[in-house]
């Protein structure tokens, strides 16, 4: 499901059903996502099949961090690159002519077995800002770079990611159900058949998660640790072109 969304979220609209404010009306299904925070995404460039996300298409991206409580104090108006698009995870980000890697986001996924039964996703989400270089250039341009990711931009957009993976549970089972019909995508609360599910979840693997700030710490160039053009750390990879069959 979480592939099928990553191929083609940034154009499917969804009509609202039993919403109060928005009875019948079609909307980004990118709204679904996080209702307050995200306000726009859209795909350009060299596209898939079905107008689908691959690597090497550029994706734009609008979204205020925390919204309700900070407004646009923590705005994100930003067109990425696609680097890796495959079953086992996704890549974006930005290079800088010369100067290399500015900013990449990874994200890594695979279904979690229990006694031959598939009883969740396990989803890891890693994050470079900032030039390798020593040179002038670098430092100064990573200067901005950390002005304005401070860290409390980097507070806000944590929980900002924490609500994101959240909502999956809530709305996109429904969706993937109408993946025949995409062009007449429906939601309503009552589709949502785990919305009474108040239990706390922890982080699915402390230790992974330990071993790779322990690695980010100890790299010598934080954007080859991350190995965000390579196949996911979490399980083998699945080829796209293989996939693509399947939920195209």
């Known amino acids: 499901m979480i592939h099928w969304w990553f191929l083609r979220f940034p154009f499917l609209k969804v009509r609202l059903v ?3 404010g928005y009875e019948n009306t079609k909307v980004p299904a990118y709204y679904l996502w996080h209702p307050s925070d995200h306000y726009g995404a859209n795909l350009k460039g060299s596209l898939g099949p079905g107008r689908s996300s691959q690597a090497g298409a550029a994706i734009e991206i609008q979204e205020a961090m925390q919204y309700l409580k900070y407004g646009w104090k923590y705005p994100v108006n930003s067109r990425l690159r696609i680097y890796y698009c495959a079953a086992d995870g ?3 980000g930005k290079q800088i002519p010369v100067l290399g890697k500015a900013m990449m986001l990874r994200i890594h996924w695979r279904d979690v077995e229990e ?3 598939t009883i969740g996703v396990h989803y890891h989400y890693e994050i470079v800002i ?3 270089g020593s040179d002038p250039i670098s430092r100064f341009l990573n200067g901005n770079i950390t002005a304005h990711f401070s860290p409390e ?3 806000a957009w944590h929980l900002h990611n924490a609500i994101e993976v959240g ?3 809530n709305f996109l089972p429904a969706l993937y159900e109408q993946r025949g019909d995409t062009e007449n995508l429906r939601y309503s609360p009552d589709m949502n058949k785990i919305r009474q599910n108040d239990l706390p979840q922890d982080g699915f693997d402390q230790a ?3 071993q790779r700030v322990r690695g980010y710490d100890d790299a010598r160039d934080v954007h080859k640790f991350q190995a ?3 196949p996911s750390i979490l399980a083998p990879s699945i080829k796209a072109e293989q996939d693509r069959a399947d939920y195209a």
Do not use: C, H, P, V
């Open 115 to 117: 006694e031959g039964n």
């Open 18 to 20: 039993d919403i109060e």
């Open 228 to 230: 965000w053009d390579q």
């Open 90 to 92: 996704w890549a974006m």
């Open 153 to 155: 931009f980097f507070e």
């Open 208 to 210: 992974l998660f330990e």
């Open 130 to 132: 900032g030039l390798g």
């Open 167 to 169: 909502t999956f549970e």
